[in-house]
Structures are given as structure tokens and as C-alpha cells.
């Protein structure tokens, strides 16, 4: 996306192309779909197709489940948080249910309201939930076989609900219970003590949210805005350095005012480690004044920050069974990791931040250790691997995952992010080599050993012990990434399938 697609200010009408009745509700998005049946004394055939739901903004096709109840029973009223928040298509194959769903949109003018369909096999009923609702249903026979179609994946640790008789909704229960003659509804105990949705504090909006990506070309940006994508997220500005020169204040200003987004995912940095050592001005331009207007900027618009920082703003000088946690005082010893700190402090002018501390990225949108072995091992059968400095490999598409999760949130901080486990980079170059079939022998040396000889005015200084504490990340209710090994496999695995990559720098 330009800068012009957002001057253009314009909102496209939905299309809704059914063959089959597409009737409203009275709730703003949510349609009850009634399917055009082809039969005859043998029985009937229905369908709907991906194009069909796409009209209706479902977004992708991610998972079906069956559940059968009781009489009686109440399931309900759930929803998931976003970013996995789910758009559904229910359906009863089997008894009856009274389908019932509540707008949570804040900015919809059906907000709180709710509607209530019977759904049975003979009136071959399907109900759309848009994402953003509260759903539940009432079985309404001891057989009641319900199926579901969801658009997101399923996220138990970002479940949540609202009470099922909640005054202020208004569902007139004691009606229907009369009506379908239900003596006692039958709830689970995490449904029977839900709360109201006054008391919700999840911020669900029909507005589409607006993300703008800075370093788009990096291996995180690039990654960032996929995870959106894939998440069913359309409206992202993602701007490289040619689009957007972040040093420039005036620039950023004007681009961040025209656009207005929700969230600002800040990737792109100088990240030359030693290039900064001779050049610091040139680090600083980037990482202080380039995050400064950043920030400056999202405090302009109301937009939430995401920054991503690095394991360099500490020494690493700490015993190598202690860990580095959020509280701890940094001391960066190199001018990126200087730079990169001194951004932190920007960003916190803006209460609305998430700063992550990262280390040893990898991705596919850029180089890094993984692919520089993997080219190396093609010309020198042994390398040299420095082994006394310690930390986590962080591959771009799980902390992509968890930035993007952590934006849908009020839970601001800061926050030490990596995959699981720890190694050196000699221990890391050797698991790239097994995994990967390769013959190369690694030779572990020390940091000294493998400098020696070089003009050390013109080498960063690396961190021993670059061990981050995660434990800040779990107490907060993220989920941790998963290890660097798996990590490691999976990236590679997406790399074989990259044959130009491939072919271009392999044998």
C-alpha cells in the first residue's frame, strides 16, 4: 500500500453475490443464510462455497467442530480475543438449537443488542456470527447435533464471555423456556459466572483496524505484515525506506496524521553492529531520531507503538546460570546497542508502548547466521563458530505471531522475546549443519581466538551472556515461543521451498 490509497479516503460497498436467500437481521453484519436445496424422493443436495462467505467476510476457512447437547443445555455466550477472534457459520444437523448472538462492537450501532434464530436440518438454516460477537445457543432437543465453521484458530488462552443472562442484553430467557418447555437450563460453571458486558474490557470495533509497518523490507517487518494478513487484516500501511524516511520528522509526521492507524509496529533500524562503531552518527540519525519521530508521531494520532529493542542493551557480563530480566539495569558497551536503548526511551513517552527485547534474528526476508552457514558449508568443509557467547536464536514469524497478539492488548511494557532455550553460536551453527544433512565440521573458538589479529576499534562489542528471562512474558498471559530448535527446522523446511533462494546461493 502508498501513500495514495489512503488519501483516497474511499469505502467500498459489500458485495453479497448468494445463490440462496441472504436475509438481515436486526443486528449490523449478522445474516441468517438460508441455502437453495436441489432434491427429489431420494433426498436433497445444498452447498456453500468459500467465494460465498468471502462476500460475507469470512475470512479464511480454519477449522469445522460438531458439538451435540442435551435439552436444555446452554452453551454460551463465548467469543475469542483478538487477534484470534472468529467469524462463524453455525448450523444444526441434527434435533434443534435457538441460536443467539450479541453485537460487541463498540462502534456498531447494534452494540449490545442481540438476535435469537431456531436452526434445524428441515429449515436448513445457517447463521453468520461476524467476528466481534458474543455467541451461544439453547439446545432444544436431547439430540442437538451443532456445527461450526470459524474463520480463526482456536486460542483456549484467549477465550472469553459474557454473562448468559445478562440484565442489560435483555434475552428474555423465562419466555423461551416457556416457549420450548425447558424447566432448568444446563450450564457449565465457567458459563454460569461470566460476566456482563458492561464489565467487558475486550475493545472489539466494526472498523476495519488501521497497522503501519516501518522496515517492511526487513526479516520482522516483512513477517509482521504477513501475520496480519494472515490474520485477515487488510488495512496496513507497510512502507519501506524508499516510501518513508523515518529521520525525517516532517515526513513521518505528515504520512502518520494522513493515515491514522491503530498500531504502529516501529522494525526498521540500522542494524550493522560494527558498521555503527564507525559510523555513529549515522546509527543515532536511525535509531534515536527515527524512533523519536516515530513516537512523537504515534502520540499524535492515539496509535499504540511496538518496538523492537535487542539482548545489546546489556553488558552480558552476568554468570552464565543468571538470566537477564526486564528490571534490570542496562549497559549497553557498543553504539548499536547504545542507540537501540536510547529508542526505548523514546517510545516510553508514548504510555501506549510494547517494547521487545530480541536477539539472533532469523528470517526469510533478509540475511542472517542460518543462511550464511548454510552458504559457507558449500565452500569450507570445517568453520570456525565462536562458543563463549551465549544467548537465543528468535526466528521472525513466532515473535511476528506473538508482537502482533501483544498489540491487541492494553498489557503495555516491556517484555525480554525469544525462542525457547539457549546456545552458543558455535552449538547453533552445529544443530544448522546436522539438521540440515551437511557435512561441514564446526570449530568452536573463543571470541578472542576468532577476532585475533583484526583491528578490534572496528569490532562491536558482543555480549557474553545474552540469556533473557521470559518469565515477565508467561506471567502476563503470552504464550512462550516455541524452542530455537523447532524454530530452527521449521525455517529451514520453509527455505527448501524457496528454490530460487536456493539455487541461487547453494550447490
Excluded at 448450523?91 to 452494540?111: E, F, I
Excluded at 562503531?277 to 516515530?294: A, I, P, R, Y
Aim: aromatic content about 10%; hydrophobic content about 30%; some cysteine.
Amino acid at each position: 500500500m502508498n501513500t495514495k490509497d489512503f488519501e483516497q479516503g474511499r469505502e467500498e460497498e459489500k458485495c453479497i453475490d448468494f445463490k440462496s436467500n441472504v436475509i438481515k437481521t436486526n443486528l449490523a453484519d449478522c445474516y441468517i443464510i438460508e441455502e437453495n436445496r436441489f432434491g427429489d424422493s431420494r433426498g436433497y443436495f445444498t452447498s456453500v462455497t468459500s467465494k460465498q462467505l468471502d462476500a460475507l467476510d469470512f475470512r479464511k476457512w480454519s477449522q469445522k467442530s460438531e458439538s451435540m447437547s442435551a435439552k436444555g443445555t446452554i452453551r454460551g455466550l463465548h467469543f475469542q480475543k483478538d487477534p484470534y477472534c472468529q467469524a462463524k457459520v453455525v448450523s444444526c444437523t441434527k434435533g434443534a438449537v435457538l441460536d443467539v448472538v450479541v453485537d460487541m462492537r463498540k462502534d456498531s450501532p447494534t452494540y449490545g443488542k442481540y438476535t435469537a434464530v431456531e436452526l434445524t436440518p428441515e429449515n436448513g438454516r445457517m447463521l453468520y456470527v461476524p467476528r466481534g460477537y458474543a455467541h451461544g445457543f439453547l439446545a432444544l432437543t436431547d439430540d442437538a447435533t451443532f456445527n461450526y465453521m470459524v474463520d480463526n484458530e482456536y486460542a483456549p488462552r484467549l477465550e472469553g464471555g459474557v454473562l448468559w443472562n445478562d440484565p442489560a442484553i435483555n434475552i428474555p430467557w423465562d419466555e423461551i423456556f416457556k416457549k420450548y418447555d425447558i424447566k432448568e437450563p444446563l450450564l457449565s460453571d465457567k458459563d454460569r459466572d461470566r460476566i456482563p458486558l458492561s464489565e467487558s474490557e475486550v475493545n472489539f470495533l466494526r472498523r476495519p483496524k488501521k497497522y503501519l509497518v516501518t522496515g517492511v523490507n526487513g526479516q520482522l517487518g516483512y513477517d509482521i505484515v504477513k501475520e496480519l494478513r494472515e490474520r485477515g487484516e487488510e488495512d496496513i500501511l507497510a512502507l519501506g525506506r524508499g516510501e518513508m524516511d523515518i529521520t525525517d520528522k516532517d515526513q513521518v509526521m505528515k504520512i502518520v496524521k494522513a493515515y491514522k492507524p491503530d498500531v504502529i509496529f516501529h522494525c526498521a533500524a540500522w542494524t550493522a553492529v560494527d558498521k555503527a562503531e564507525e559510523l555513529k552518527d549515522d546509527c543515532e540519525k536511525v535509531n534515536v531520531q527515527g524512533t523519536k519521530n516515530l513516537a512523537e508521531a504515534s502520540l499524535e494520532v492515539g496509535a499504540k507503538i511496538v518496538y523492537a529493542s535487542t539482548d545489546y542493551i546489556f553488558d552480558g557480563e552476568k554468570s552464565l546460570d543468571e538470566t537477564y530480566t526486564e528490571e534490570d539495569k542496562p549497559n549497553p558497551k557498543n553504539v548499536y546497542g547504545e542507540t537501540k536503548l536510547a529508542g526505548e526511551e523514546e517510545v516510553r513517552k508514548n504510555p501506549n508502548h510494547f517494547i521487545t527485547r530480541i536477539s539472533w534474528v532469523f528470517g526469510v526476508n533478509g540475511n542472517n547466521f542460518i543462511k550464511t552457514m548454510l552458504k559457507l558449508s558449500e565452500k569450507y568443509p570445517e568453520l570456525r563458530v565462536v562458543n563463549d557467547q551465549i544467548g537465543s536464536p528468535t526466528y521472525t514469524v513466532d515473535l511476528a505471531k506473538l508482537l502482533v497478539e501483544m498489540a491487541e492488548t492494553e498489557k503495555y511494557g516491556t517484555y525480554n522475546v525469544n525462542n525457547e532455550g539457549y546456545c552458543s553460536w558455535a552449538e547453533f551453527a552445529k544443530y544448522i549443519m546436522e539438521s540440515n544433512g551437511k557435512e561441514t565440521k564446526i570449530i568452536p573458538v573463543t571470541t578472542e581466538e576468532y577476532y585475533a589479529g583484526k583491528d578490534m576499534s572496528k569490532i562491536a562489542y558482543r555480549p557474553r551472556n545474552s540469556k533473557l528471562s521470559k518469565d515477565k512474558l508467561e506471567s502476563e498471559g503470552f504464550k512462550r515461543l516455541p524452542t530455537w530448535q523447532d524454530a530452527t527446522d521449521r525455517y529451514c523446511k520453509q527455505l527448501t521451498k524457496s528454490k530460487k533462494w536456493w539455487l541461487e546461493n547453494l550447490k
